[in-house]
């Protein structure tokens, strides 16, 4: 059975550290989903998910916006693709997703999953990214820059952080799993005075995914 929470990350090095711990629990023929607007910090997580996987430091983890698939080797093979410029998940097949995934000893990450919801298996770790405005409303534009998140992730957060706060709402195959990830993140302490991570209700719906701000500082990704 699934579980699912969310948290907040503070900064890029957060993300990064957040993907590092999720790596570290990945298995072979693992799913991860990745979904949230421009500049939220996908790659980064990516970046943070090939550490934990432990491909070389020195290995550079970039966006495969452009070539669509790029291939990085750890203690598991990771397959990172893109779905920006893709207009159906047949063109997924069409770069060989599923021959991918019947390799042995292998995990796939997909940024812009939103884009090709079909694409995404039933059992994917999935990760939702949003962009924090003030309070988490709407910027003077009227432009969804955030989910809200609730007060208790965004108490202590100061003004200089927005720009840079992420929400992160994720779904872990399986309740051991997430209990562990749960466990590693708490002594990171991602989200404040250490507290557990907030659990989100499976009808809460995902708002604000193509919204961004364009006056708040990006994630890489």
Same mark, same amino acid.
């Given at each position: 059975?699934?579980?699912?929470?969310?948290?907040?990350?503070?900064?890029?090095?957060?993300?990064?550290?957040?993907?590092?711990?999720?790596?570290?629990?990945? =298995?072979?023929?693992?799913?991860?989903?990745?979904?949230?607007?421009?500049?939220?910090?996908?790659?980064?997580?990516?970046?943070?998910?090939?550490?934990?996987?432990?491909?070389?430091?020195?290995?550079? $983890?970039?966006?495969?916006?452009?070539?669509?698939?790029?291939?990085?080797?750890?203690?598991?093979?990771?397959?990172?693709?893109?779905?920006?410029?893709?207009?159906?998940?047949?063109?997924?097949?069409?770069?060989?997703?599923?021959?991918?995934?019947?390799?042995?000893?292998?995990?796939?990450?997909?940024?812009?999953?939103?884009?090709?919801?079909?694409? $995404?298996?039933?059992?994917?770790?999935? $990760?939702?990214?949003?962009?924090?405005?003030?309070?988490?409303?709407?910027?003077?534009?009227?432009?969804?820059?955030?989910?809200?998140?609730?007060?208790?992730?965004?108490?202590?957060?100061?003004?200089?952080?927005?720009?840079?706060? /992420?929400?992160? =709402?994720?779904?872990?195959?399986?309740?051991?799993?997430?209990?562990?990830?749960? /466990?590693?993140?708490? /002594?990171?302490?991602?989200?404040?005075?250490?507290?557990?991570?907030? /659990?989100?209700?499976?009808?809460?719906?995902?708002?604000?995914?193509?919204?961004?701000?364009?006056?708040?500082?990006?994630?890489?990704?």
């Amino acid at each position: 059975m699934s579980d699912r929470f969310e948290l907040l990350s503070r900064s890029p090095d957060q993300t990064l550290a957040l993907g590092r711990v999720m790596g570290e629990l990945l =298995r072979p023929g693992d799913f991860v989903a990745l979904k949230g607007a421009l500049g939220t910090g996908k790659t980064h997580l990516v970046k943070g998910l090939a550490l934990g996987l432990g491909v070389p430091d020195e290995e550079p $983890v970039i966006s495969p916006t452009f070539v669509l698939v790029r291939e990085y080797v750890g203690r598991l093979k990771l397959y990172h693709l893109d779905a920006y410029r893709l207009g159906r998940a047949s063109e997924l097949a069409g770069l060989g997703l599923e021959e991918m995934r019947e390799q042995p000893e292998v995990v796939v990450a997909l940024e812009w999953a939103d884009r090709v919801p079909e694409a $995404v298996p039933p059992d994917a770790l999935e $990760v939702w990214l949003y962009h924090l405005a003030p309070a988490g409303f709407p910027d003077s534009e009227g432009v969804l820059a955030g989910e809200a998140p609730s007060s208790e992730l965004t108490q202590g957060v100061r003004p200089e952080e927005q720009g840079q706060a /992420r929400l992160v =709402r994720l779904v872990v195959p399986d309740a051991e799993r997430a209990a562990e990830l749960a /466990r590693r993140l708490a /002594r990171l302490g991602i989200w404040p005075a250490g507290k557990a991570p907030q /659990r989100w209700p499976s009808d809460a719906g995902q708002p604000g995914l193509d919204g961004r701000n364009p006056a708040v500082d990006r994630q890489p990704g």
